[in-house]
């Protein structure tokens, strides 16, 4: 066998091995042993002692509604007030630490997605509230993002700084935000969200005058860590009426940063009723142009002030001239869901369900689709405990989460309208 034969042998041993590394689903070797990488996790025993895949499906649903029927059993306690305007600042930790592989592909990059999904999730439950960016690396606090109400501003300022350097300093970060909390006015509810990956803290003087100091300026701070338990994060969160939890890994990190997206009961201080003086401005045309406050440029369309007349960007914000805060009547419609929300709804039991006593409805009252899976099982689904109808578990937490609204509640009280109007 001559040189050249040697080696188109050897480049068809070579394709060969290249078409061995590729799985049937299209995966490289280093995507398929990462995608399988910890698959026990993803099966449970069934009644008959088998092994079979989980149904992520019903499990989320189940995690949904433990956190609906929490959330009721808090209101039901008591007349509970919780703050709609809201001043939210958001410190992650970017130091060495951060850059930990136990989450895939790093803490960093973790903490990165789900910030994105929770600002968004935030604006939607909050819109007359606005967020701030902070980030701490190599002992430093610095401002990502000044308070506003642009997701997608928060959003690109953070992808474009994602660095690890250095250590973690909680205190410099508290005076940071505390700082800029301070400003606020005494309508606005002020909380600080810190998303922290260090086991400790280098900080330049004495962290427990800095936690008396977010005390005495009413910043409710809470922590959520994603190393281990430390004492001083936990007494930051006792100290300020925050919520401190670890998380053990992404999903559970979603689900303990997502349960701040709703307004938290209000602190005895804010509890007084006030009036709050608010613009509503109107939309400019688009050929018009002027001078935008927001970034010093000139720009086309934007919100007029009511009162100064001054030209901004984005609501809600605050007007730079008069101090008017500034929004829109959508944005107010959107908050009155968290003054009267919608009880949970009550899950129909399988049994029930498939009855013949009980001559139930077989598909969704919202989505008209069938609530039995093949081979006519039921399936789960839930009731509505005023109008009584039935709905899929889809749609439970689409009418919870983004609708507020019960559809079956809704079509009766049109039809008992439109019944007496004919009278």
């Known amino acids: 066998m001559n040189n050249g034969e040697g080696r188109r042998l050897a480049g068809q041993a070579e394709e060969e091995d290249d078409e061995d590394d ?26 008959s002692g088998l092994l079979r895949s989980i149904d992520n499906k019903a499990l989320y649903h189940a995690q949904y509604r433990r956190r609906l029927r929490s959330l009721a059993s808090s209101n039901a306690a008591s007349r509970i007030q919780k703050g709609l305007i809201r001043y939210l600042c958001i410190v992650i930790d970017l130091s060495r630490a951060a850059s930990e592989t136990d989450f895939r592909p790093s803490r960093m990059a973790v903490v990165a997605k789900n910030v994105e999904a929770f600002i968004r999730e935030f604006f939607d439950q909050n819109p007359l509230s606005q967020i701030g960016l902070v980030t701490i690396k190599d002992g430093v606090a610095n401002c990502l993002t000044d308070l506003g109400g642009s997701p997608e501003s928060h959003i690109k300022a953070l992808m474009g700084k994602l660095e690890c350097s250095g250590d973690s300093s909680l205190q410099n970060a508290l005076d940071l935000v505390c700082g800029y909390l301070e400003q606020i006015p005494s309508y606005g509810h002020r909380e600080v969200l810190i998303l922290n990956s260090a086991l400790s803290t280098c900080d330049p003087g004495d962290i427990m005058e800095t936690i008396q100091k977010c005390k005495k300026s009413k910043v409710r701070c809470s922590v959520i860590g994603l190393s281990a338990e430390i004492f ?30 709703p307004p938290p009961p209000a602190i005895a201080e804010f509890a007084i009723a006030n009036l709050i003086k608010m613009g509503f401005p109107q939309r400019a045309a688009e050929n018009v142009i002027s001078i935008c406050l927001c970034h010093k440029e000139a720009r086309g369309g934007g919100y007029t002030c009511p009162r100064c007349k001054a030209r901004v960007c984005e609501l809600p914000t605050e007007c730079r001239i008069c101090g008017l805060t500034l929004v829109s009547s959508p944005h107010l419609a959107r908050s009155y869901h968290h003054l009267f929300p919608i009880a949970p709804f009550d899950e129909v039991t399988p049994v029930r369900l498939s009855s013949s006593q009980h001559k139930l409805p077989k598909s969704c009252f919202g989505c008209q689709q069938s609530l039995l899976n093949p081979g006519n099982r039921p ?45």
Do not use: M
Request: proline share 2%; with cysteine.
């Open 379 to 423: 399936s789960l689904s839930v009731e509505c405990p005023r109008c009584k109808q039935f709905f899929c578990i889809d749609c439970d937490i689409y009418i919870h989460e983004s609708l507020h609204n019960c559809p079956g509640c809704e079509s009766f009280r049109h039809f008992k309208t439109v019944s007496s109007s004919e009278e």
């Open 232 to 261: 001083i994060c936990k007494h930051i969160c006792q100290e300020t009426g925050g919520l401190y939890s670890v998380a053990v890994d992404e999903s559970h990190f979603k689900e303990l940063i997502l349960e701040h997206a």
């Open 22 to 47: 590729v799985d049937e689903c299209g995966l490289e070797a280093w995507e398929r042993a990462y995608a399988d990488e910890r698959s026990w996790e993803s099966l449970q025993e069934d009644e």
